[in-house]
Antibody, heavy 120, light 107 residues
Framework: EVQLVESGGGLVKPGGSLRLSCAASGFTFSTYSMNWVRQAPGKGLEWVSSISSSSRYISYADSMKGRFTISRDNAKNSLYLQMNSLRADDTAVYYC?????????????WGQGTLVTVSS | DIQMTQSPSSLSASVGDRVTITCRASQSISSFLNWYQQKPGKAPKLLIYAASSLQSGVPSRFSGGGSGTDFTLTISSLQPEDFATYYCQQSYSTPVTFGQGTRLEIK
């Protein structure tokens, strides 16, 4: 069974940093692209970033470029999101999601999400 | 960026009704269109990928259609568990973009 478990969320002050993790199990992690998607309270879904299976291809939403860094450790079956210079509008539930096949942007499996709150 | 526009934004329907939600892309995305269902407090769930392919385990009352810029999600006979918010998403190019969502409520 595919399982994705996010951690690392919490309360952080504006301008602060946070590192999210996503632990994957139940599939061969190293063969799938991975993604972060967020959802602000009461709002819709917003794609954050994607990383290919080998980390060769990485992409970000424009509003996160230069502030967020996605990475993965295939030996540890883990996905990460380093978030710097956080702003109030980054407050959201952050989900990790696995691609359906090796290198697509179809989010076939999702974690339960981790809440990030940016507030003074 | 490719803009995704869903209609309607909200919809009231009854159990047993046939419901159709539409999604329009601001440019052609071929069949790179996916549909997700989200219930309150839960993660989204993939229903349909590549415009018309049913994800494993999803009931056959869900179907998708369209290509290019215009797409539909149809629920043939609404069940109580189908009342949720539905999102379309284009996976044609980055940045990946979602529609604003359609909230399906019980009439």
């Amino acid at each position: 069974e595919v399982q994705l478990v996010e951690s690392g969320g919490g309360l952080v002050k504006p301008g602060g940093s946070l590192r999210l993790s996503c632990a994957a199990s139940g599939f061969t992690f190293s063969t799938y692209s991975m993604n972060w998607v967020r959802q602000a309270p009461g709002k819709g879904l917003e794609w954050v970033s994607s990383i290919s299976s080998s980390s060769r291809y990485i992409s970000y939403a424009d509003s996160m470029k230069g502030r967020f860094t996605i990475s993965r450790d295939n030996a540890k079956n883990s996905l990460y999101l380093q978030m710097n210079s956080l702003r109030a509008d980054d407050t959201a539930v952050y989900y990790c999601a696995r691609g359906k096949s090796g290198g697509d942007y179809v989010h076939a499996y999702w974690g339960q999400g981790t809440l990030v709150t940016v507030s003074s | 960026d490719i803009q995704m526009t869903q209609s309607p934004s909200s919809l009231s329907a009854s159990v047993g009704d046939r419901v159709t939600i539409t999604c329009r892309a601001s440019q052609s995305i071929s069949s790179f269109l996916n549909w997700y269902q989200q219930k309150p407090g839960k993660a989204p769930k993939l229903l349909i990928y590549a415009a018309s392919s049913l994800q494993s385990g999803v009931p056959s009352r869900f179907s998708g259609g369209g290509s290019g810029t215009d797409f539909t999600l149809t629920i043939s006979s609404l069940q109580p568990e189908d009342f949720a918010t539905y999102y379309c998403q284009q996976s044609y190019s980055t940045p990946v973009t979602f529609g604003q969502g359609t909230r399906l409520e019980i009439k």
